[in-house]
C-alpha cells in the first residue's frame, strides 16, 4: 500500500497540474488565431492596394484592348523624358491667417504661399473657374487652416492639410482641376 502511494505521489509531482496545461493551450491557441489575423490583413492590403507593376499592367492590357492605341488616362500616367507628368504650377495665393485659441489662451498665425499642379490641358478651364470661384477658394483655405490642430500644423509634410484643401478647392471648382497643393512658403508660430 505504501508503494502504491508512493507511485501516485511520483506521478503528481512529474506531471504539471491540468489548470496550468488549459492555460498554455489557451495562449497559444489566441497566439496562432492573432497571427492568422495578423497574416490575413496583409494579404488583404496587397490585394486591395495599388502597386506600379499592377498599374503597368493594367495599362497595358487597356492598350491591348483599344487596339494598340494610349486611352487619355494612360496618356496621364506616364511620365514624360524629365520624369514628371505633364502638370503646371498655378498660384492659388499667400495666406495670413491669425487664430485664437481660448482653451489654451494662446494665438496661432499661420503664413503660407500655395500653389497647386493643374495637367497643361485643363489650363484654360481651370482660368475661367478660377477667375469665378477665387474668393471662395480663398475662404476654403482659411477656414481649413484655422480649423487644422496643432498635430496638423507640426506634422512635417502637412499632409492632412493639403488633402482638406485639395478637396475643399476641387469641390468648389466642381471637377478635379489641383491634382496636388504645394507650399512654397510655411511658417506656424504659437504666441
Known amino acids: 500500500m505504501a508503494e502504491e502511494n508512493n507511485e501516485t505521489s511520483q506521478v503528481a509531482e512529474q506531471s504539471p497540474p491540468q489548470g496550468i496545461k488549459s ?4 495562449k497559444l491557441i489566441l497566439l496562432i488565431v492573432f ?9 488583404a492590403a496587397a490585394l486591395f492596394l495599388p502597386n506600379a507593376v499592377g498599374k ?9 484592348q483599344t487596339g494598340g492605341e494610349e486611352t487619355a488616362a ?12 505633364a502638370e503646371i504650377e498655378v498660384e492659388l495665393g499667400q495666406f495670413s491667417v491669425t487664430s485664437y485659441q481660448p482653451i489654451s489662451d494662446t494665438t496661432i498665425r499661420i ?8 495637367g497643361r490641358e485643363d489650363q ?5 473657374a478660377w477667375q469665378e ?10 477656414v481649413t487652416l484655422r480649423s487644422a490642430g496643432q498635430e496638423d500644423l507640426t506634422d512635417a509634410g502637412l499632409g492632412l492639410i ?30
Not at 133 to 141: A, F, G, I, K, S
Request: hydrophobic share 45%; proline share 2%; with cysteine.
Open 133 to 142: 470661384n477665387q474668393h471662395r477658394l480663398r475662404d476654403q483655405v482659411i
Open 111 to 118: 503664413d503660407l504661399h500655395l500653389f497647386g499642379t493643374i
Open 162 to 191: 493639403k488633402r482638406q484643401i485639395l478637396e475643399k478647392t476641387n469641390r468648389t471648382f466642381g471637377r478635379p482641376f489641383l491634382r496636388s497643393a504645394v507650399f512654397s512658403e510655411f511658417s506656424f508660430i504659437e504666441q
Open 23 to 26: 492555460a498554455i493551450w489557451g
Open 124 to 128: 484654360e478651364a481651370f482660368q475661367a
Open 35 to 43: 497571427a492568422l489575423f495578423v497574416v490575413a490583413e496583409c494579404v
Open 74 to 85: 494612360a496618356k496621364n500616367a506616364t511620365p514624360t523624358k524629365e520624369g514628371v507628368q
Open 56 to 64: 503597368a499592367a493594367l495599362t497595358s492590357r487597356s492598350a491591348q
